[in-house]
């Protein structure tokens, strides 16, 4: 089935090490997205693709960045993370109206 | 900018029975669509249900249908006949029509715990 596939499922890092989070969809959406959800909290929208285009979020923090180099793949790059970035991270596409989710990467960060 | 309010952090319902999640939104836009996804404990983001504004007949699922009330601002979700599986976290979310060659953001509510008793 065409799906949105996030890899690792939970992925644990140390404070300031950086980490990089990856998405692959099989759906040829043109959209991808990268939203934040911590605990008990909506998930909020840090920054997505249009095609290449790169649309960052106004307060997305410097310390997260994203890489897209081809349809498929998309990837999640935080330089220096800190606990408050501990959180399950969403990867989305979409193409017309409708939005894929994938599963999550958890990341605890000690 | 547009705003989603779910107003019940939590919600219990006994199994076979009804309930109703509320959900309001706020927007100057008159063309945008509305979803309410549902995600279980650790698990995938599900699409439950999807509105789109200019559509007066509102939105049906099988056991799940919505209550859409474009003037005022409200979209609220009837799950009848609740089963076990449907405990979960639902989200309200909102979306712009898409623009020629454009995407929109997903804007999210804080979602609504709901527990499924047996």
């Known amino acids: 089935d065409a799906m949105v596939i996030q890899n690792p499922r939970y992925q644990v890092t140390q404070f300031g090490k950086p980490v990089t989070l990856s998405c692959s969809q099989t759906l040829n959406h043109n959209v991808m997205y990268w939203y934040q959800q911590k605990s008990s909290q909506a998930p909020k929208l840090l920054f997505h693709?249009?095609?290449?285009?790169?649309?960052n979020e106004a307060d997305t923090p410097d310390n997260f960045q994203s890489r897209r180099p081809n349809t498929s793949f998309c990837f999640l790059d935080i330089r220096s993370p800190g606990l408050g970035d501990a959180a399950m991270y969403l990867c989305a596409t979409s193409r017309r109206d409708g939005y894929t989710f994938g599963s999550g990467t958890r990341l605890t960060v000690v | 900018a547009q705003t989603v309010t779910q107003s019940q952090p939590e919600m219990s319902v006994q199994e076979a029975e009804t309930v109703t999640l509320s959900c309001t939104y706020d927007?100057?836009?008159?063309?945008?669509?509305l979803f309410w996804y549902k995600q279980p404990p650790s698990r995938q983001m599900i699409l439950v249900i999807r509105q789109e504004a200019y559509k007066q007949q509102n939105a049906t699922e099988n056991r799940f249908s919505v209550n859409f009330q474009k003037a005022a601002k409200s979209f609220s979700l009837k799950i009848s006949d609740s089963q076990l599986g449907d405990a979960a976290m639902y989200f309200c979310a909102y979306r712009r029509a898409r623009r020629e060659g454009g995407s929109e953001k997903l804007v999210f509510g804080k979602g609504t715990k709901l527990t499924v008793n047996p």
């Open positions: 693709y249009y095609d290449k285009d790169f649309n």
């Open positions: 927007t100057s836009e008159s063309d945008y669509y």
